[in-house]
């Protein structure tokens, strides 16, 4: 959260100095000051365009992210072609097995690549708030069940249910990328390696990124409704059932709002308010309800413990009103080095079947997967009295989601209450130290190597 900014900024004659944690960055000589920068302002809580310039040895520590990251995804991405893509092709049982098996190693390497990335360039960390009064709330034996404490009784980790939809505001690109890191934390069964999110259609080809993605079994749309309803249908319904079927995690990762709030998209949201007769959100947009209703209702028949995990986000920095793009981006949090102090992530959950209004599935097989020829699929044909009943259910909850927001602002936290809610602080870094390595898929290299020798020698 911005602090007060002094009436009378303190400022030599050449330099003003912004305070960054403990550091603080000397701005050039004779380089126009704004206002909003004194002695007490974070640099995290100033504009972008506002900030004091980086320092030569930022340039190189910028330089040293993008060789480390980029080359992290070329040995994934490089792993994937030469060790997994064999396997694939192979018309073997087991070589499938493998295939899928790497292909989940190669996802969690990611997971541990983006933690590490913040971990040497950017330092953060996860600050988890759970909901106990409103829509979605925890009970306390819940809570008791997924918080887990250390024998002083202090909250060290989190044991959350492993198969979920996650919906969150959107504010930032980087809001995936902290999504994400989260699902490395929240449950001992390395839920990173089985997040499943979906892209436009138009990245599947993007050399290196668009590749791995497509491994990954990302969702490609076209952000056309017409056509994108059989393949979300199709592709959900087959990675859901194989989640079941294996025993595996499963989390797919939905942003309800579609795009993130900013000056082009607020005016578009609130026009449509008034176009509906609708109240409009303050800090978020108004969600799209279809795609997200579609996704629950063809995945709760193939996963009958499947839950909503909703995220509340907020980025300390970023003013009430404010466009988070102007205080955070990826160049600015990983090449500039300016990172969120913390990032709060309050959590609500929801039993889909038994607690989300999606409607009537008599009918819906949990066995089988769409036909890709049919002209009609079962899971997207929702009667109109259905979406509205769901669509006025998750305008309700994101009005919640904003008038939390809203309350955040004038507590600089979640608590509003006297009793303070169940909280737990997770430093967003790897837990072990050999998963530096996994980061760069590097065992499976040196695992070749070191057979190769054996058998030469």
């Known amino acids: 959260m911005p602090v007060g900014v002094q009436e009378k900024p303190v400022m030599s004659r050449h330099y003003c100095i912004a305070a960054h944690g403990t550091r603080a960055l000397r701005v050039a000589p004779h380089r126009p000051l704004s206002p909003c920068m004194s002695t007490n302002t974070p640099v995290y809580a100033i504009p972008i365009s506002q900030r004091p310039r980086k320092p030569w040895s930022r340039t190189f520590k910028a330089f040293l992210f993008f060789v480390l990251f980029n080359a992290g995804c070329l040995m994934i991405n490089g792993s994937q072609f030469v060790f997994l893509l064999p396997l694939r092709i192979l018309p073997f049982r087991w070589s499938r097995r493998l295939y899928y098996a790497g292909i989940r190693y190669t996802k969690g390497a990611f997971g541990c690549l983006m933690i590490l990335m913040c971990q040497w360039f950017a330092p953060t960390k996860l600050l988890v708030t759970f909901e106990t009064e409103g829509m979605g709330a925890f009970t306390q034996d819940e809570i008791d069940r997924f918080i887990v404490k250390d024998s002083d009784g202090n909250n060290i980790g989190l044991n959350l249910p492993t198969k979920f939809v996650l919906i969150a505001n959107h504010q930032v690109y980087v809001d995936w990328w902290y999504a994400w890191c989260f699902t490395y934390f929240m449950s001992p069964q390395a839920v990173h390696r089985y997040v499943y999110i979906t892209l436009k259609k138009s990245l599947r080809w993007v050399p290196i990124v668009g590749w791995g993605m497509q491994f ?213 870094k790897l837990r072990r130290k050999w998963e530096i390595l996994d980061a760069f898929c590097f065992f499976w290299p040196a695992s070749v190597a070191y057979l190769w020798g054996r058998l030469r020698g």
């Open 216 to 428: 990954f079994n990302f969702i490609f749309l076209a952000r056309s409704w017409a056509s994108d309803r059989q393949q979300l249908a199709r592709d959900l319904a087959s990675l859901g059932r194989e989640a079941e079927r294996e025993g595996k995690p499963f989390c797919f990762i939905l942003y309800p709002e579609g795009t993130l709030v900013s000056k082009d998209t607020r005016p578009k949201s609130k026009k449509y308010a008034e176009k509906m007769g609708i109240s409009d959100m303050k800090h978020t947009l108004l969600p799209r309800s279809t795609g997200l209703h579609y996704s629950l209702r063809t995945l709760a028949p193939r996963v009958p413990d499947l839950r909503l995990l909703d995220m509340t986000v907020v980025y300390p920095g970023i003013p009430p009103m404010g466009y988070g793009q102007s205080y955070y981006t990826l160049r600015s949090i990983f090449l500039d080095g300016v990172a969120p102090p913390a990032i709060h992530m309050h959590l609500r959950m929801f039993d889909v079947r038994n607690g989300v209004p999606i409607g009537n599935l008599v009918g819906t097989s949990s066995a089988a997967t769409p036909d890709p020829k049919a002209k009609h699929i079962l899971e997207v044909d929702i009667p109109s009295d259905e979406k509205d009943v769901f669509d006025l259910w998750l305008r309700k909850l994101w009005q919640e989601k904003d008038d939390g927001i809203d309350k955040f602002f004038e507590n600089n936290s979640f608590n509003s209450g006297e009793k303070p809610l169940p909280s737990i602080e997770i430093p967003l």
